[in-house]
C-alpha cells in the first residue's frame, strides 16, 4: 500500500512512463524499474526516444554522528538512552519526509541480535547539533537494546553499525555509524 519510490517525468504529458518493466540489470538479485519514453512524432516518424533505469535498492546516503561527541558507543558506562544523529548528504532527502517509526540501528555479527528500534519519542527535534550547516534529527537507543545488539564484543574490539530508515515514500537511506567499543572495567578488580 506504500510505494518504495515515486518517480515522476520531467515535464507533464511528455508520456514518461508510457512503457514499464523491470529486471536485474546490474545482477544484485533486485529488479531494477525500468520506464520507457518515446521521442515526439514528427509527420509520422518518431524520433528516438529515452529509457530510464533506476535502482531502487540502493539506500539513499545520509551521515550519522554521536550527538554527545563521542566518536565510539560505550556500553559500561553509557547513559540509559544514546542518541545518534542523523542528516541527509547532499539534500538527498528532507529530514520532514523521514519515517521516524521506521528507524534501526543495525549491526551483523556482534551480538544476539542484527537490529535494535530507536526509542518512540514524543517529540523529536531538528536542528544542527553538529554545527556543520545542515539539519539533523536523532534517534536514541536504550543501554540493554545496544548490549544485545554489541553482546559478543569484548574489551577494546570495536563493530561496525549503521542507522537505517524510510521515508513516508518507503525509500530507505542508511548512514553509516558510530563504532562500538566495549571498554574494561573500571575498579580494583581491573587489570
Known amino acids: 500500500s506504500v510505494a518504495d519510490a515515486v518517480i515522476t517525468g520531467g515535464v507533464g504529458g511528455d508520456s514518461f512512463g508510457f ?3 523491470s529486471g536485474d540489470l546490474n545482477g544484485d538479485g533486485v529488479p531494477e524499474a525500468i520506464i520507457g519514453q518515446p521521442g515526439p512524432c514528427d509527420g509520422g516518424v518518431g524520433a528516438p526516444g529515452t529509457v530510464y533505469v533506476y535502482d531502487l535498492a540502493v539506500p539513499l ?3 550519522a ?3 554527545d561527541g563521542h566518536r565510539t558507543i560505550p556500553l559500561v558506562e553509557a547513559p540509559s ?3 545518534i544523529g542523523f542528516e541527509a548528504v547532499d539534500g538527498c532527502y528532507a529530514n520532514a519526509d ?3 517509526l521506521s528507524l534501526r540501528l543495525v549491526s551483523q555479527g556482534t551480538g544476539e541480535v ?3 528500534a530507536a526509542v518512540p519519542a514524543k517529540a523529536v527535534i531538528e536542528g544542527d547539533t553538529d554545527r556543520n550547516g545542515i539539519s539533523d534529527l536523532g534517534a536514541c537507543f536504550a ?3 545496544l548490549q544485545r545488539l554489541f553482546s559478543s564484543i ?3 574490539q570495536t563493530g561496525e553499525a549503521a542507522l537505517e530508515g524510510r521515508l513516508m515514500s518507503g525509500r530507505r537511506f542508511r548512514a553509516p555509524g558510530p563504532r562500538r567499543r566495549a571498554l574494561p572495567p573500571r575498579g580494583p578488580d581491573a587489570p
Open 19 to 21: 512503457s514499464l518493466s
Open 81 to 83: 538512552r544514546l542518541c
Open 143 to 145: 543501554r540493554g537494546e
Open 65 to 67: 554522528f554521536l550527538r
Open 114 to 116: 542484527s537490529e535494535i
Open 154 to 156: 569484548r574489551g577494546r
Open 61 to 63: 546516503p545520509a551521515r
Open 98 to 100: 523521514v519515517n521516524l
